[in-house]
């Protein structure tokens, strides 16, 4: 490996005055000779995102009816499909209650990912996640939120919630430019649509001419595939920050208040944000600038509609009718798809990013969580939990394990494990668990 480069190496430059700061994907050269370790024998480090959606899908009709390997999912998770071998999945877990209310869509985000419903906002598994690896990156952890609010599902104690981050654009600026800051000025923040219109990539362009010098065929190859993939996320912000251009057919609606509707987001529109936010956070990762992250895709109680709809999925849940042939609430059943096909839409680009022999998913778990068993009845029963990645070969991969009636804390006590969490036991009272899911663990 060049002795200029290194894993910390970063492209520095200006950008209308601003500061910003480009960091560099794995590339060969900070790699062993065989694309597995760093070049300094150390493992590739970990990284963890818990993917947070609410409502739930239908008993029996998520999951897959083989235990094992070689299954096929149910008919409302077939979206997940083209990437079963990078998944697993466990069916029947439950979150216990103990006498304490139900809280109809706070019990099931409780139980799965703070480990008990006793006492709201104990620290959330990605926070635990974060004191093991992720106190040397930049960002100890990113929090965002898909549904246009600041809500997450992620909290260090019981009085202190991390907001999540509504804009994609602001995460972008921040990435790129917060921690370059004018020493002279009292304040700063970058402008997004500036920086995203001459692309920060102009401002390091004589430092990536000297880099393609510095490394081997493949790795400019990589560089070059990379850097098209982030000025291409760029123009997608470009776009959004941009007002549109006027239309003389367009009239201004006056009376607009028969026209509201529910609140919510259009599903379009969170779906659009959770691939921007799965690239900026792949960025974030494959360049070391933090380990763990939180999203949020639109909350437990989901107010998440179709365009031209004031029926959102949370009133589907509970006002549709079950379809007599199908068996299950078919527009429910649609928004389920979405979210399915959301989650995979995320697990793909960290996929696409190629790191010696594997990919940033390899080295990656992406655990995917709900709030019901079932939504129609807010019930806390046999929990769908997956994940995505095998956190750099701790995991098997492409397994469904069914353990009806054992806490779902299990799940997410083996997936700590897998991650390097020094932790031998998890959750609260009748949720407390020190048993493993032992057929997931390589």
Not at 404 to 419: E, K, N
Request: hydrophobic share 40%.
């Amino acid at each position: 490996m060049s002795r200029i480069l290194n894993r910390r190496t970063v492209l520095r430059g200006m950008l209308g005055g601003t500061a910003i700061t480009v960091g560099l994907p794995l590339l060969d050269c900070f790699l062993d000779s065989n694309g597995e370790a760093l070049a300094d024998g150390a493992p590739l480090p970990k990284t963890f995102v818990s993917w947070f959606q609410g409502l739930g899908y239908a008993p029996t009709y998520w999951e897959p009816k083989k235990i094992g390997t070689g299954y096929d999912f149910g008919v409302q998770m077939k979206a997940f499909t083209p990437m079963r071998d990078k998944i697993n999945i466990a069916s029947g877990l439950k979150v216990f209650l103990d006498a304490h209310p139900a809280g109809a869509h706070s019990a099931g985000p409780q139980g799965c990912l703070q480990g008990g419903v006793s006492t709201p906002n104990l620290p959330s598994i990605d926070q635990i996640v974060a004191d093991a690896i992720g106190t040397r990156t930049r960002y100890r952890s990113i929090e965002v939120s898909c549904d246009g609010s600041q809500d997450s599902f992620s909290s260090r104690s019981a009085t202190a919630k991390n907001p999540g981050q509504p804009s994609p654009t602001a995460l972008y600026a921040d990435i790129f430019g917060a921690s370059f800051q004018d020493p002279n000025a009292a304040t700063f923040t970058p402008d997004p649509l500036a920086m995203a219109r001459k692309s920060v990539l102009s401002a390091v362009a004589d430092k990536r001419e000297k880099l393609l010098t510095l490394v081997g065929a493949q790795d400019r190859a990589r560089l070059d595939e990379y850097y098209t993939s982030l000025r291409a996320m760029e123009n997608k912000l470009q776009i959004q920050l941009e007002k549109p251009a006027p239309m003389e057919a367009c009239t201004v609606v006056k009376n607009f208040k028969k026209f509201e509707v529910q609140p919510g987001m259009l599903i379009d529109e969170a779906r659009e944000a959770n691939r921007l936010f799965a690239q900026l956070l792949a960025h974030a990762m494959s360049c070391g600038q933090t380990n763990v992250a939180s999203v949020n895709f639109g909350g437990s109680s989901s107010n998440l509609r179709q365009a031209g709809s004031q029926q959102t999925f949370h009133m589907y849940t509970h006002e549709e009718m079950v379809d007599p042939v199908l068996g299950y609430q078919k527009q429910v059943a649609w928004f389920s798809n979405q979210v399915a096909e959301s989650v995979l839409e995320f697990a793909q680009i960290f996929d696409s990013i190629k790191e010696g022999k594997g990919s940033l998913l390899d080295r990656s778990v992406i655990m995917y969580s709900t709030d019901s068993g079932y939504a129609r009845s807010h019930s806390v029963e046999n929990m769908p939990m997956v994940t995505f990645g095998s956190a750099g070969g701790a995991l098997k991969t492409g397994v469904h394990v069914s353990a009806p009636g054992d806490g779902v804390t299990r799940f997410g006590l083996t997936v700590m494990q897998a991650l390097g969490v020094p932790i031998g036991s998890w959750g609260v009272e009748s949720n407390s668990t020190n048993k493993t899911i032992t057929e997931f663990l390589a």
